[in-house]
């Protein structure tokens, strides 16, 4: 089963930058956004075979997540916990028949951290949900829009795995960011966002990436627009698929795509086992590594990396907004500042 997730700093922009020749080539079975900063009504795009599900926030133009599925969901539900934590739209769950799959957009602890005491409340909650979820009543599987009445609430025993995705907001690790040491007091590095992202993972979940590839450097799903750090490759690694330790033996894959432009993040797989499916020892070292030779390929071969690549180029050049000094890109280069809102 493949799965995208994606942080697309406004679905609206990204249509016009590769977004759907995009899906087409890669073909999930779940597409997870994050930041589409709209409501449902305010585009419209032909993506043929998939049941579409948004929660917006009640701010216009602000944070947001949507999941597209080919397989229809069990059930879907929207936020959760408490009412603070129901108004900017970033949660979505659906249920499969194996697993629930969770996207959420982190709140980022803006400039000076100023929003971290919440990030902290948020942290605990959230985590809280993962391992016993207060799940509201779920939406009949229709797509199109938030349905489920945030004040009702049902509390079954969860008896089905986990899969979490989206942008979390934090680099974990000083390997999963290029300047760790000028960074600690900067939100997505805190060394307060780090202690959450561990006590996650003590609680019985595993960094899918990670366990694939412990120590691989350079590996990172953000960027500036600043300074040409995505050609630098000066960036974090802030977007994940977390799934519950019972699921990690069934990780196939987890690509990072950066060299798929239209957001300032780029888009990131999971391959996993279907039910029943089972892999062999040696298939991650020799059949799993050519079927990802072949999909880079056919990706390469799509001529919208190329246009929307000159076409980020351009926006960089001619906007502004894009100047900055070298101080503050490797200084100062932490999520918060690509953010209009958080």
Same mark, same amino acid.
């Given at each position: 089963m493949k799965l995208i997730s994606w942080n697309v700093n406004g679905l609206r922009a990204c249509l016009g930058k590769g977004f759907l020749e995009f899906c087409q080539a890669a073909d999930p079975d779940v597409?997870?956004?994050?930041?589409t900063k709209m409501k449902p009504e305010q585009a419209e795009f032909d993506l043929p075979g998939y049941t579409r599900f948004w929660n917006s926030a009640d701010k216009a133009g602000y944070s947001g997540t949507a999941l597209f599925t080919k397989r229809p969901p069990l059930s879907v539900t929207y936020d959760f916990g408490d009412d603070q934590h129901r108004h900017e739209g970033r949660v979505i769950t659906a249920?499969?028949?194996?697993?629930?799959?969770?996207?959420?957009?982190t709140p980022n602890s803006k400039d000076e951290l100023k929003r971290l005491d919440y990030r902290m409340v948020w942290e605990d909650d959230f985590r809280s949900y993962l391992?016993? !979820?207060?799940?509201?009543k779920p939406v009949v599987p229709g797509g199109e829009g938030k349905q489920s009445p945030s004040g009702e609430t049902a509390e079954p025993p969860r008896k089905k795995p986990v899969i979490l995705c989206g942008d979390?907001?934090?680099?974990?690790t000083e390997i999963d960011l290029k300047n760790p040491k000028s960074n600690?007091?900067? !939100?997505?590095?805190s060394i307060q966002e780090r202690q959450k992202f561990r006590e996650l993972l003590d609680a019985g979940f595993t960094d899918a990436f990670r366990y694939l590839? !412990?120590?691989k450097t350079g590996a990172y799903t953000w960027w500036s627009y600043r300074m040409k750090a995505r050609e630098k490759n000066v960036g974090w690694r802030i977007d994940y698929f977390v799934v519950q330790d019972e699921l990690r033996d069934k990780i196939k894959d987890v690509i990072l795509h950066d060299d798929v432009f239209g957001s300032d993040h780029c888009p990131i797989e999971l391959d996993i086992a279907e039910a029943g499916e089972i892999?062999?020892?040696?298939k991650s070292s020799s059949s799993i590594q050519m079927e990802r030779r072949v999909w880079r390929q056919r990706l390469k071969e799509s001529a919208f990396i190329k246009d929307t690549t000159s076409r980020l180029m351009r926006n960089c050049v001619n906007r502004p907004k894009f100047i900055g000094t070298a101080a503050t890109i490797f200084a100062n280069p932490g999520p918060a500042s690509h953010?209009?809102?958080?």
């Open positions: 597409i997870c956004l994050q930041e249920e499969f028949e194996d697993f629930y799959l969770v996207c959420c957009y391992c016993a !979820p207060d799940l509201s979390l907001n934090v680099a974990a600690e007091k900067n !939100p997505g590095y590839y !412990p120590d892999l062999s020892e040696n953010e209009s809102g958080i």
